[in-house]
């Protein structure tokens, strides 16, 4: 059973980067079986799809945040990483990591972290 | 991008009623979708994935149903936890797009 925890900061300043940690436990990172994603959820609003990567480095982005993020993995922690730049207010939201099953070929996510609001402000 | 329309957008129905929440894509998606249940405060629950497939673990009251541009979500007999919103994605193609959600409410 899959187990994964956000980590970062809870306030951001605008124009600054955010950078979030997925620590995965009870399994591998570089396991064949998932991609590793993050999904964002303005407050009162629905879900985003922000973007996934490989335990090999093959990365997908939303192409609306492309320009801005950064996804990658640590074979050596068991962890991957989201790094967001030029915040804006409208980048305020709770960020989830979660897998995406590869396995089945259907790329659901399948296990999800519970989440971190992230404020950017002043 | 793949747009994904869900109807309705709000429902309000008792325990023990049926209830269907429909999702529509802007293009073909095979069976590439999968449902979500969100509770506030908590991380959304995958509850059936490729269309139709019940997610281990998940009540058997939960079905899901169609393929390339519509689909439905049921629930044959609500629960009282089953009050929560509803999300549709397709992971045909990149970006892997949501629905707006449906709110599920008490009568």
């Known amino acids: 059973q899959l187990h994964l925890q956000e980590s970062g900061p809870g306030l951001v300043k605008p124009s600054e980067t955010l950078s979030l940690t997925c620590t995965v436990s009870g399994g591998s990172i570089s396991s064949t079986n998932y991609y590793w994603g993050w999904i964002r959820q303005p407050p009162g609003k629905g879900l985003e799809w922000i973007g996934n990567i490989y335990y090999s480095g093959s990365t997908y982005f939303n192409p609306s945040l492309r320009s801005r993020v950064t996804i990658s993995v640590d074979t050596s922690s068991n962890q991957f990483s989201l790094k967001l730049r030029s915040l804006t207010a409208a980048d305020t939201a709770v960020y989830y990591c979660a897998t995406q099953g590869y396995s089945s070929g259907y790329y659901e996510l399948d296990y999800w972290g519970q989440g971190t609001l992230v404020t950017v402000s002043s | 991008d793949i747009q994904m329309t869900q109807s309705p957008s709000s429902l309000s129905a008792s325990v023990g009623d049926r209830v269907t929440i429909t999702c529509r894509a802007s293009?073909?998606?095979?069976?590439?979708l999968n449902w979500y249940q969100q509770k506030p405060g908590k991380a959304p629950k995958l509850l059936i994935y490729?269309?139709?497939s019940l997610q281990s673990g998940v009540p058997s009251r939960f079905s899901g149903s169609g393929s390339g541009t519509d689909f439905t979500l049921t629930i044959s007999s609500l629960q009282p936890e089953d009050f929560a919103s509803y999300y549709c994605q397709q992971s045909y193609s990149y970006p892997h797009t949501f629905g707006q959600g449906t709110k599920l409410e008490i009568k």
């Open positions: 293009q073909t998606i095979g069976s590439y």
């Open positions: 490729a269309a139709s």
